[in-house]
């Protein structure tokens, strides 16, 4: 879903975890529902695959 979201914007590079990309992602324990909640508690935050 976020690869065709990004594609819309003209942004192709993003949106894709696949290797040889970099990759910028948040992680953060729970269910979808609970997600808003624990933003606040992330356990890693990847910038540009690191």
Known sequence: ASDN???F?????LGVLAVGQK?????A????QQLPRKLAYLESVYVDGT
């Open 29 to 32: 324990r729970g269910t979808v």
């Open 5 to 7: 979201g990004a594609r």
């Open 23 to 27: 990759a910028t992602f948040l992680v």
């Open 9 to 13: 914007f003209g942004m192709e590079n």
